[in-house]
């Protein structure tokens, strides 16, 4: 069975410039979430779906990050504009009907 | 409000010694879940175990254990003749539900080297 799909693994970018993370769950997955992962620390929720509703989003800094899950399978989340404090590691997880998350390999992401 | 504690940043060991990676919770809820995660270079956390808060049973995988202690808030994790495949961040989580969907509150992670 195939884990949670990241890309890009890497992406180096300017500040104020716009970026595109992409996450494929485990099939059948219904929940989704992102996570951002500061260096040397744990990973913090940003976001969860629930099929295609973002149900938690409370963390999420929406004057400059957006989420979309169309259909209930893929997700993308872009920032925009970029800010040199955006430079992390972006992690997506799946569940189903547990609270066991999957998580994927990650988008390290360097603005400079 | 949920709070993990991973006191011990870096830890190295020679292989074949044994570690141990402490961690400590808060949580104002009687039902909850406790996880340890392994997130080697590569950057995807492994999924270790999970427990409920009413089992406090030891449990032991390998050479992995972990100690389960309500009454100190604590639930560590021991391995048992390290090796330098277990060279990772390891991380300790907490979820105040069961159910999907659950918001995981991470610890800030203990850095683990075994050296040969």
């Known amino acids: 069975e195939a884990g949670v799909v990241q890309s890009p693994r890497y992406k180096i970018i300017e500040k104020k410039q716009p970026v595109a993370f992409w996450c494929n769950p485990i099939s059948g997955h219904n929940t989704l979430y992102w996570y951002l992962q500061n260096l040397g620390q744990g990973p913090e929720l940003l976001i969860r779906?629930?099929?295609?509703?973002?149900?938690?989003d409370s963390q999420l800094p929406k004057d400059r990050f957006s989420a979309e899950r169309l259909k209930g399978v893929d997700s993308t989340l872009k920032i925009q504009p970029a800010e040199l404090g955006d430079s992390a590691v972006y992690l997506c997880?799946?569940?189903?009907?547990?609270?066991?998350?999957?998580f994927g390999p990650g988008t390290r992401l360097t603005v400079l | 409000a949920q709070k993990v504690t991973q006191a011990q940043t870096e830890i190295s060991v020679v292989e074949k010694e044994d570690v141990t990676l402490d961690c400590v919770y808060e949580t104002r809820d009687t039902t909850y879940y406790l996880f340890w995660y392994k997130q080697p270079p590569s950057g995807e956390l492994v999924f270790l175990i999970r427990r409920n808060s009413f089992d406090e049973q030891n449990e032991i995988s390998g050479r992995y254990s972990w100690n389960f202690q309500k009454s100190t808030s604590s639930f560590n994790f021991t391995i048992t003749a390290s090796q330098v495949v277990d060279s990772a961040v390891y991380f300790c989580?907490?979820?105040?539900?069961?159910?999907?969907?659950?918001?995981?509150?991470f610890g800030e992670g203990t850095q683990l080297t075994v050296n040969p």
């Open positions: 779906y629930e099929n295609e509703e973002a149900v938690d």
């Open positions: 997880a799946s569940s189903f009907r547990s609270n066991e998350q999957f």
């Open positions: 989580a907490l979820s105040e539900e069961e159910t999907s969907g659950s918001r995981l509150t």
